[in-house]
């Protein structure tokens, strides 16, 4: 990897790019891991600590919400105070919680420990992201090194499920949170000898009004989206939640219009390629959060298989995410991101499609293998595109507020996908399982058809998401040819806002 940086410019203390990539993408990998590596262990969880089903559900949304709340303020914490030090901090908070999580008695207690490890992550990412961001200058670097990031995404995500089945299934559930621990503390001190630190260049006063607003308002949004399954839509605390969200952050846009020095300048949705990039991962995560966690459910539940076997069932939708990350990674510099976000998603609905007509008595050869492999080229494909579109003229300074952005994009997105589609599929669950009088024949048609809903709603998801990029990335023929060598050599842009000028894929 030490080929991606042939630009010259120097890193601080002599220190490898190729090194510096391989260490951020190991804070992403195990950050994004541990979104999913509790999807197969959950049973196993369950009957150790004897949780509810309902209760149960809170070991993932808790360390999604405050993942989604904080990372835009972990993104701002790391250009203020220093991408490294927001990183080594990171890495010793999310070890620590996983410690406490693998020891955790009972339910509040582990939910407790998963909450401080999203903020933990939330401290990661962003940061790490920055820092890859100003090590590889805008171009063909950059967009190789993001290649590698966005596919780790994909990848991470159904890793994290496979990991899941095999340590639930063989030493203990308590083994996927202490997994961490090691390779935690050991990041936190390698960080020191691999990262160069960096901020941004202006130290203004920091924006404690911005930060406490948009923190409360998104932690807010991602807890209300996951209780709206549970309580209702159409419930007086869901509506009041959302109205409480509205507020929180029409405040927070008030109060960075008037700021000298805001969190989140908002001059940045003036690039047009980012606004689309994160509108379109709002789209896109909620369509593949909603797949791995049914998929999960579905191989369990309908196909009978135990949690090692349904985390051996993603192999190949693992290789095909890296598949697909590697062609995106190549052709993301020779053809416009709407061109291959497109053709992504097309995959990936299709693969969607088929997942809900695949039957409870069929095989995995012939009803699971063609779906998990289209989805997992779509997957690879979108995720690197999408995170390169997201950087498109976001200057070094604002790279961590570009991070923290994309990346709440992502979890937002994927809190909200799950809970309109585990409304849609859950709808009626109840009444339907008392109709089967415990016949295991009949249970298994019933999660057949709310599993089929699922995968049928993702499809019209991610139909949304295509539609989005089809009318409003730009164009082929408006996507300028950029020079390896000069940078200068971009085409001109129509005269315009100072922001159409800074888009280079605009």
Same mark, same amino acid.
């Given at each position: ?35 999913? +590596? ?35 303020? &972990? ?10 030090? /927001?990183?080594? +901090? ?41 820092? /890859? ?106 509506? &009041?939640?959302?109205? &409480? ?13 008037? +700021? ?94 088929? /997942? ?151």
């Amino acid at each position: 990897m030490s080929d991606l940086n042939t630009s010259g410019r120097p890193l601080p203390g002599g220190r490898s790019p190729g090194a510096v990539l391989a260490f951020v993408c190991l804070g992403q990998f195990m950050v994004f891991t541990d979104v999913s +590596i509790v999807n197969l262990a959950l049973p196993s969880i369950q009957a150790g600590l004897g949780m509810s089903d309902v209760s149960l559900n809170y070991i993932v949304t808790a360390y999604a919400t405050v993942l989604g709340g904080f990372l835009l303020l &972990g993104g701002r914490l790391a250009d203020s105070f220093g991408r490294r030090r /927001l990183i080594q +901090i990171g890495f010793t908070v999310f070890a620590l919680a996983s410690l406490v999580s693998g020891l955790a008695e009972n339910g509040p207690m582990l939910v407790s420990a998963r909450a401080v490890q999203g903020f933990g992550a939330a401290l990661i990412t962003p940061a790490a992201l920055a820092v /890859l961001t100003n090590t590889f200058p805008e171009g063909a670097e950059r967009n190789k090194a993001l290649g590698v990031w966005g596919s780790l995404s994909g990848i991470a995500s159904i890793g994290g499920v496979i990991l899941g089945g095999i340590l639930a299934d063989g030493p203990g559930w308590e083994w996927i949170f202490w997994i961490n621990v090691p390779i935690g503390l050991g990041a936190a001190l390698l960080a020191l000898r691999i990262l160069p630190e960096s901020r941004a260049d202006d130290r203004s006063r920091f924006d404690t009004a911005g930060a406490a607003t948009l923190t409360a308002g998104l932690l807010l949004l991602i807890f209300t989206l996951g209780e709206a399954t549970r309580v209702g839509w159409d419930s007086a605390r869901t509506i &009041g939640s959302l109205a &409480g969200v509205a507020v929180l952050l029409a405040a927070f846009v008030l109060i960075e219009a008037k +700021i000298a020095s805001p969190m989140m300048p908002l001059r940045i949705f003036r690039l047009r390629t980012l606004r689309v990039a994160n509108i379109s991962a709002v789209l896109v995560f909620g369509t593949f959060s909603a797949l791995f966690f049914f998929a999960s459910l579905f191989m369990q539940d309908v196909f009978g298989y135990s949690p090692l076997e349904a985390g051996f069932a993603y192999v190949p939708l693992a290789a095909c995410v890296a598949a697909g990350a590697g062609v995106a990674s190549v052709l993301v510099t020779k053809a416009a991101p709407r061109t291959l976000v497109l053709a992504g998603l097309g995959l990936a609905v299709s693969g969607l499609l088929l /997942l809900s007509r695949a039957p409870a008595d069929g095989s995995y050869a012939v009803d699971l293998l063609a779906p998990f492999v289209l989805l997992g080229l779509g997957c690879g494909i979108v995720f690197v595109t999408l995170q390169i579109a997201a950087f498109a003229g976001v200057p070094d300074e604002e790279a961590g507020v570009g991070a923290g952005l994309i990346n709440t994009s992502q979890e937002a997105g994927g809190a909200l996908g799950l809970a309109v589609i585990a409304t849609i599929a859950y709808s009626g669950l109840s009444s339907e399982m008392a109709t089967t009088a415990g016949d295991p024949g009949r249970i298994v048609r019933v999660h057949e058809a709310a599993n089929h809903d699922a995968f049928m709603s993702g499809a019209v998801l991610g139909t949304v998401a295509l539609l989005v990029v089809a009318f409003l990335m730009p164009r082929p023929a408006s996507v300028p040819r950029v020079s390896r060598d000069d940078e200068s050599s971009r085409v001109p842009v129509p005269a315009g806002s100072d922001a159409d000028r800074r888009d280079p894929l605009r």
